[in-house]
């Protein structure tokens, strides 16, 4: 595993934000894994930058979403769909049918679950995953549970998660209860993964994934067992993994 530490989120971003721009440059059909939520918000940025300043472009990269809130239209302003549209894809030149998102207005969630892993298996997995870590260890929305589960599934969100999460709704209610996310196993079979995470309230998670046992109790403990992660995270993320440097 490489680790990159970056003093703050904006060294983050923009070193995480290489690790993909080196992936689309060496392969410009490339799938990327992508991730929603605060993490990647600035890699996206850097991105689009690098984009509008004529140094990069996604058009013939194939996307493909972690997951999505069960119940939220695609037009819905916190749906994973809308936030991808707002913060990457309508500023950069990714063609809009090669870029993937689980339906969550699916009227039957076990057919879009096994559609969308369809998608994945398609695509041929991606080539680069990105991903950012809740709090308890979630990667998608896996949550703690008791086996790691493999494939696409419809998923009851945690009371932690759910808590995370209602900073981006009126309030807590309004926080879908259900998502559709890939399992563990689509998000292994990607050839290389990139996590991710700022701020103290991620060290605990971040000890606990890539210094503790691989349990399901705290899925990116997982990711211990990939044969190419790199971890990029500030400082107050990184602060209680020893031997983290930048
Ligand atoms: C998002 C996702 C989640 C987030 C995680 C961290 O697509 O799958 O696992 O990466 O909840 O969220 P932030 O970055 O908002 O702390």
Redesign the pocket.
């Known amino acids: 595993m490489r680790i990159y530490c970056e003093k703050d989120y904006d060294a983050m971003s923009r070193r995480a934000a290489c690790v993909i721009a080196a992936q689309v440059v060496s392969k410009p059909d490339c799938v990327l894994g992508?991730?929603?939520?605060?993490?990647?918000v600035g890699t996206y940025k850097q991105l689009i930058q690098w984009h509008k300043q004529g140094d990069l472009s996604f058009r013939e990269v194939r996307s493909v979403?972690?997951?999505e809130y069960y119940g939220l239209a695609p037009d819905h302003d916190q749906s994973?769909r809308y936030f991808m549209q707002a913060n990457l894809f309508d500023h950069v030149d990714i063609v809009p049918e090669n870029t993937n998102v689980p339906d969550g207005l699916a009227k039957d969630p076990a057919a879009e679950c096994a559609r969308y892993e369809q998608v994945a298996a398609d695509l041929g997995y991606a080539d680069l995953q990105l991903?950012?870590?809740?709090?308890n260890g979630?990667?998608?929305?896996n949550e703690p549970c008791a086996e790691f589960p493999l494939a696409t599934h419809l998923v009851d969100l945690t009371e932690s998660?759910i808590e995370?999460?209602a900073r981006f709704f009126a309030s807590a209610d309004d926080v879908p209860r259900q998502a559709l996310?890939m399992g563990i196993g689509t998000i292994m079979k990607a050839r290389k993964i990139l996590v991710?995470v700022s701020?103290a309230d991620?060290a605990d998670a971040v000890l606990k994934a890539f210094a503790g046992p691989i349990t399901p109790e705290v899925p990116a403990s997982i990711l211990q067992l990939h044969p190419d992660v790199t971890l990029v995270g500030d400082e107050s993320a990184l602060s209680k993994l020893t031997g983290a440097k930048g």
Request: hydrophobic fraction near 35%; glycine fraction near 18%.
């Open positions: 992508l991730a929603t939520g605060s993490s990647p979403n972690l997951d994973y991903l950012g870590m809740g709090r979630h990667i998608g929305f998660t995370a999460n996310t991710v701020g991620k």
